[in-house]
């Protein structure tokens, strides 16, 4: 378990900092269902982690975004940094490396799957009250791939009603074991 001292504080503050990145830039852009991405309140979820001195929970949300978030910068990092859109690239790159490069070094516990599996519920439930489908925010709907500048979709058998045991398949479990091998390397 962390311990809650300055140097915690600092780190809250920092995770709240980006969050207030991400709200200026959704507000400025109004872009209001962008909020609903995970990206865009991974650094609230991690922020409320380390105030409360849950490195299980920190690594839970890890185990969502690690993966995603590398692929769309991987994927997207030229359209990102050609229109300029350094406050996405800020929102990709930092929230959930950073918190990896915080807690790698803490041993990474099953019960971070539940955390995760908490996390995708409340992500799954937000998007599906709040945000039209057409949005598809959170690949909910459909997975967008542009490879070989051949946009496809694709959608999985059942996928809105399976995106949570798929995302929990995909995304988390392989980061879980991602994560469990950097704690005993470090």
């Known amino acids: 378990m962390m311990n809650f001292d300055s140097a915690n ?18 507000i400025k852009d109004k872009s209001y269902y962008d909020f609903f991405w995970f990206c865009d309140f991974a650094p609230i979820f991690l922020a409320i982690g380390f105030f409360i001195g849950n490195d299980q929970f ?21 359209e990102l940094i050609r229109d300029r859109k350094f406050p996405e690239i800020i929102i990709h790159l930092f929230p ?21 599996l908490l996390v995708l519920v409340f ?8 945000v039209p489908r057409e949005k ?14 051949k946009p496809r979709k694709i959608k999985l058998p059942y996928h809105t009603i399976l995106w949570v045991i798929y ?11 991602i994560q469990l091998f950097l704690s005993r390397l470090g």
């Open 58 to 78: 920190v690594k839970g949300v890890i185990n969502v975004g690690l993966i995603t978030q590398f692929n769309t910068l991987v994927f997207l990092s030229k």
């Open 9 to 26: 504080i600092i780190i809250v503050g920092v995770f709240l900092l980006l969050e207030a990145v991400v709200i200026i830039k959704n």
């Open 136 to 149: 598809d925010v959170n690949f909910i709907d459909y997975v967008p791939l542009n490879f070989l500048n």
């Open 167 to 177: 995302t929990e398949i995909i995304i988390v479990i392989p980061t879980y074991f």
């Open 96 to 116: 959930i490396n950073l918190a990896l490069l915080l807690t790698y070094k803490i041993a990474t516990l099953q019960v971070s799957l539940v955390y995760s």
């Open 123 to 130: 992500i799954f439930g937000l998007t599906l009250i709040f």
